[in-house]
């Protein structure tokens, strides 16, 4: 019931941030603000993979790209019912963030990204909110692997 509640959490806090954003863009405020000298806001649309990789149009590829995404997460919720308590805490934070950029590549055929992490004008990839949850989860599952296989060695 826990592993639900983030999974939902973390859809509904990812939602929240994009409607809210597409919102002011609708309203014609133009998202391009920044809140530190490292951190903006810039909206743009990702129709690729995690941090804009293979970005596409909506053609058949597309589609097929969205169709894997789907069996992906269909595969880790099977995880998450088999998986051991720490594990499945990272797999629901990675199930949260899947969920809410799955809803946009459906609903709007893209992904609305809008956090840009810059030095100067060295830029990191935009990304949203479900992209930080599912690398957070990621990165836990790699340290857990990594904790687990120096306890045997």
Do not use: C
Not at 41 to 50: A, C, D, E, P, R
Not at 76 to 81: A, P
Request: net charge neutral.
């Amino acid at each position: 019931m826990k592993k639900i509640i983030i999974i939902l959490s973390i859809f509904f806090f990812d939602r929240a941030t994009k409607i809210y954003l597409l919102n002011l863009q609708t309203s014609g405020t133009d998202i391009d603000f920044y809140i530190y000298p490292f951190l903006n806001f810039y909206l743009v649309w990702n129709t690729g993979i995690g941090f804009g990789l293979a970005s596409m149009e909506a053609n058949v590829y597309y589609h097929i790209l969205t169709s894997i995404i789907v069996i992906v997460n269909i595969g880790l919720i099977f995880f998450l019912m088999k998986s051991k308590a720490i594990y499945s805490y990272f797999i629901a934070l990675i199930i949260g963030g899947s969920l809410g950029n799955l809803f946009d590549r459906i609903y709007y055929h893209a992904v609305p990204d809008f956090i840009d992490l810059h030095i100067g004008s060295y830029h990191w990839f935009i990304f949203n909110i479900a992209d930080i949850f599912i690398t957070a989860g990621i990165i836990g599952l790699v340290f857990i692997e990594i904790l687990k296989k120096e306890k045997i060695s």
